[in-house]
């Protein structure tokens, strides 16, 4: 009973404790962070190179409704300029942002004032951080060819309903001028998500494309319009279209299967058929369908090949290179990737007959 009572004690505490933590950041309805990728999703610490553009990408969040005249201020060193700055996502979306102003903030800093769009927010906002929201922003920089720092810490803060909003640190860290870039011959490099390209000031879009051009990047992912992706395509650029959702849906790190009862053969369970982990467990992810089970028992024509016919047609514009299936990437972190496959005895079977190694050799 008194264990009971300690527990019961210590949850009232505990619950008291959290919604305190709430109401304190309750009160200012509007948030951010700079992000990255989702391994470095609250960036505090940047690089840009002298003479050359650069970008910070910023997710926002909060309350739909409550955000009123929101603002994004930043307190630059001289010598960094704000060029441009829109709202939308890595995968698309480009409203552009009119009005931005600067103003002297004392002490060799300036302070870069963007007005946020109201309908945008009111429009996309979610309650959370989220990285398909067109709420978020994207700000391209300018970085002085004769800036005298190499680091300056530098911050910015939101504004909503004339309230000012925390305070977040910016590490800046100018690097040396880009100079000529030795390009090899026989390796191109194309870059996946190059969602920069939806900027809508068409000088700085020429400005980035000159410096992707210049460090040697030949193509990407079309994170942007068709049209866009046409734009790049006739200046050479191979673009690989996405086209929709992946076939078979997401199985955090591959695509994998949507139903796997689709799949199923008689006398099977769902979890005969899941990915045999390589510590001996099974994912917890339905999606995560044995690929040697989807060899051996998919009948062509069914399932991928006829979701691949959809998703070509989907792709296909004049100028297109290919079309990418994240199947081949092996995301970091992923539970299952191609080098992280399946390591059931079916999979551990078929690698033995491949590699003419004998089964009990074979280890994880
Ligand atoms: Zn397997």
């Not at 939308?88 to 963007?114: C, H, L, N, P, T």
């Not at 994207?138 to 939101?158: H, M, R, S």
């Not at 992706?229 to 790190?253: M, N, P, S, V, Y």
């Amino acid at each position: 009973m008194r264990r009971i009572k300690l527990v019961f004690v210590s949850l009232i505490v505990f619950l008291c404790l959290l919604s305190g933590v709430s109401w304190a950041e309750g009160k200012f309805p509007f948030d951010g962070r700079i992000y990255r990728s989702r391994h470095i999703r609250d960036i505090k610490k940047t690089y840009m190179i002298k003479g050359e553009i650069s970008h910070l990408y910023f997710h926002l969040w909060g309350e739909k409704g409550k955000i009123d005249s929101p603002k994004l201020i930043l307190e630059l060193p001289e010598g960094i300029k704000v060029l441009c700055a829109w709202h939308g996502m890595q995968a698309g979306g480009s409203y552009k942002i009119d009005g931005i102003i600067s103003e002297d903030s004392g002490e060799d800093f300036v302070r870069w004032i963007i007005p946020l769009r109201k309908d945008i927010l009111e429009k996309y906002i979610r309650k959370g951080p989220n990285k398909w929201s067109r709420s978020n922003l994207f700000i391209i920089f300018e970085t002085g060819k004769d800036i005298k720092i190499d680091k300056a810490n530098a911050f910015w803060y939101l504004e909503t309903n004339g309230q000012k909003g925390k305070e977040k640190p910016l590490e800046i860290n100018i690097i040396p001028p880009l100079g000529e870039v030795k390009k090899p011959s026989r390796i191109k490099f194309y870059f996946y998500g190059p969602a920069l390209f939806n900027c809508p000031d068409e000088d700085i879009w020429e400005r980035i494309f000159s410096l992707f051009d210049r460090i040697n990047i030949k193509g990407g992912v079309r994170h942007f319009s068709v049209s866009v992706g046409k734009k790049l395509a006739k200046r050479g650029w191979q673009i690989l279209d996405f086209g929709g959702e992946g076939w078979g849906g997401w199985a955090g790190g591959y695509w994998g299967v949507k139903n796997p009862n689709r799949i199923l053969k008689p006398g099977l369970k769902v979890e005969d058929i899941i990915i045999t982990l390589r510590n001996g467990k099974k994912s917890k992810n339905r999606r995560s369908i044995c690929p040697t089970y989807m060899i051996e028992n998919s009948d062509p024509g069914e399932l991928y090949f006829e979701e691949v016919k959809k998703r070509v047609k989907e792709c296909y514009w004049e100028g297109v290179a290919g079309m990418i299936n994240d199947y081949e990437i092996a995301w970091e972190k992923s539970e299952v990737s191609p080098t992280q496959s399946c390591f059931c005895p079916r999979c551990k079977k078929a690698f033995a007959k491949f590699s003419n190694l004998n089964p009990e050799e074979i280890e994880n």
